[in-house]
């Protein structure tokens, strides 16, 4: 009876099961079979297919569930076997999970040190090949691992905490080193570093990341004044730095009880790889979230409207010119590096150079771009004067020039590439002509050497309208620029916002000068504001469109229009066709269905990479 009973279970069984033999295949979707095939420590918190199997082989996947810490401890027991390889990445895994989990972050550094074990050992032989899929897994524990290893904190107020000391490891201790020299960003001193692993970015398209080893940062960087480039970058600016832990032999460590590493902070687009035991090996970069992460409440989006009624730009944003600081700022976001060609970006009316990070993005995530090229801005009070701007923008850039390569060296600073946007183009226009006595006749008959004026104010305007081409202004892009005048300019929403600029004390005092000078008859009741400069009527405004651009500066032009009509009867909602075209040029691109504020789309921005790269071919 028993045995028929036993045999009517079997046969039950047999049926639910559908005859399933002990050994065989099932079925699953393509999402299943590269979600098995992809699972680990890093993107979901549990082995990889590579390590379980080696938990297999040991009986201890179910222990690894309840007794993390124990099975850590029985694997660690096992280095030195003919299997090390496979268990450092076991032991690698299992530490972060653990870490992850726990909150302890010793694991973390553990984690670090088993993963710099697996890929660098002593024999050159057991390195994993490049297609073997362990190294990126590694690669990806070890770059998250050190960050978080070294975090203090928590939240917001997460800090990376890159001191000398020593620290607690699971099996042992870990003595950290600094080497200094990477500590400086050009000659300010970098503090206050953050991970990016764990921010995503919103309002840009493209986030442009290099995977390679160490861990994506960004560090304060603070004036130390020893270097007269130093003044060219922001006061306690944000900038991207790559920290790398250097194991010193881990494997020995490991067994003994006492790891050593020296921590390193590296400028990955100045040295993108970095040598270790005689390889050279790409440095883990996340520029853009580095971007995103400088411009986050930053004073630049306030700016925009405050600096188009101020004339002053406030401490904030101050750099040096050679004849005082109000009214215009030259900032660097990364130090002069030698060699590389500047790129000047200059922003319009009620804007800053905020503006310029869509396209700043995508040049900086163009690796042949990136290595050719820096980025410069100038930012301006767009409600003053345009020849007083212009001015702040010339002697900024001269004194740059002087101050980085005093010595004239560096010959990729003679090829300069400035790119200004609506107003700012007309600033640039001003640093490719010569504009002899022209500007100067539109305001007086009486030649400016006669001229009864103070000698501040005769300073001041022969060096505002007293102009001549800069001979490192290789090439200028116009984009949206009012050559001609912004029908905006002449409307009721320009008489409002001319209403609302209040010029700086030492222009007040020129208008006075001036009306002064012309007794009971003066040219203007009030000094021009920029928006006065951008009437179609306006005598300045004519003179500079009328005036050739040095022959020796290549010309580009980028006019948008809305709407996908004839570009001839066609504006952008601030600037029309007819007066954004500039002749001659080397080419003139029309973005079609694009508003004013053009230079951060995608047609606007390839046209400008396109542009760049010929600029590199031509002489």
Not at 172 to 188: I, N, P, V
Not at 415 to 438: A, C, E, P, R, W
Not at 512 to 526: E, N, R, V, Y
Request: net charge neutral; charged share 25%; with cysteine.
């Amino acid at each position: 009876m028993k045995k028929t009973k036993r045999g009517l279970i079997l046969l039950l069984a047999l049926a639910v099961t559908g005859c399933a033999t002990p050994v065989g295949v099932t079925r699953v979707t393509p999402e299943q079979a590269i979600r098995a095939r992809t699972q680990n420590a890093v993107t979901n918190g549990k082995p990889s297919p590579v390590s379980a199997q080696f938990l297999y082989r040991l009986d201890l996947v179910e222990r690894a569930k309840t007794d993390p810490e124990g099975t850590l401890k029985v694997l660690h027991a096992g280095l030195g076997h003919a299997d090390e390889s496979a268990r450092l990445m076991a032991l690698a895994e299992l530490s972060y999970i653990y870490a992850t989990q726990s909150g302890d972050r010793s694991y973390d550094l553990a984690a670090a040190a088993y993963v710099w074990a697996f890929l660098f050992p002593k024999d050159p032989a057991k390195r994993p090949g490049r297609y073997d899929p362990r190294a990126a897994l590694a690669l990806g524990i070890y770059d998250r691992a050190i960050a978080d290893g070294l975090t203090e904190g928590e939240g917001t107020t997460e800090v990376v905490d890159l001191s000398a000391r020593s620290v607690d490891l699971p099996f042992g201790s870990l003595e950290l080193s600094r080497d200094t020299a990477g500590f400086y960003y050009g000659k300010s001193q970098l503090t206050d570093f953050v991970s990016l692993a764990d921010y995503k970015v919103r309002g840009l398209r493209n986030r442009y990341r290099q995977p390679g080893i160490g861990a994506a940062l960004v560090a304060q960087a603070s004036r130390t004044g020893d270097d007269r480039a130093d003044q060219w970058l922001p006061r306690r600016g944000k900038v991207p730095v790559t920290l790398v832990l250097r194991f010193v032999d881990p494997r020995q460590g490991i067994a003994d009880g006492t790891v050593r590493a020296t921590i390193e902070v590296h400028d990955a687009l100045t040295d993108p790889d970095i040598e270790i035991d005689g390889h050279s090996v790409p440095l883990e970069t996340d520029n853009t979230v580095a971007l995103a992460y400088a411009l986050e409440d930053s004073p630049l989006w306030d700016f925009e409207f405050a600096g188009f009624r101020s004339g002053d730009l406030g401490s904030a944003f101050q750099t040096k010119t050679a004849h005082g600081k109000a009214g215009g700022a030259l900032f660097m976001l990364r130090p002069y590096t030698a060699g590389r060609i500047p790129i000047v970006f200059v922003h319009g009316t009620a804007s800053s150079p905020a503006r310029w990070a869509e396209m700043f993005n995508e040049i900086m995530g163009d690796h042949e771009l990136a290595r050719r090229y820096q980025c410069w801005f100038f930012m301006y009070n767009t409600g003053n004067p345009i020849p007083y701007s212009a001015l702040r923008l010339r002697e900024a850039l001269t004194a740059a020039i002087q101050d980085i390569d005093p010595e004239g060296d560096d010959a990729a600073l003679r090829d300069m590439v400035v790119i200004g946007h609506s107003q700012g183009g007309l600033l640039t226009k001003m640093l490719v002509v010569d504009s002899g006595n022209k500007f100067w006749d539109n305001i007086s008959k009486v030649p400016f050497e006669q001229a009864d004026l103070p000698p501040d104010t005769r300073d001041l305007l022969r060096r505002a309208l007293f102009v001549k081409p800069l001979p490192f202004v290789k090439r200028v892009i116009f984009i949206a620029t009012p050559h001609r005048g912004s029908f905006l300019a002449n409307n009721w929403l320009g008489n409002l916002g001319r209403r609302l600029i209040s010029l700086p004390g030492n222009l007040a005092t020129m208008g006075s000068d001036l009306m002064t000078l012309h007794g009971k008859d003066p040219p203007f009741t009030h000094l021009p504001t920029s928006l006065d400069n951008m009437k179609a009527s306006n005598p300045f405004l004519k003179t500079l469109s009328s005036m050739p651009i040095a022959p020796r500066v290549y010309v580009n032009s980028i006019i948008p229009v809305k709407g996908d009509g004839p570009p001839e009867e066609g504006n952008d909602g601030v600037v029309a066709y007819q007066s954004a075209r500039i002749e001659p040029v080397e080419s003139e691109f029309v973005v079609k269905n694009s508003g004013h504020s053009t230079q951060g789309t995608p047609p606007t921005i390839e046209e400008v990479r396109r542009i760049l790269y010929l600029n590199l071919e031509e002489p």
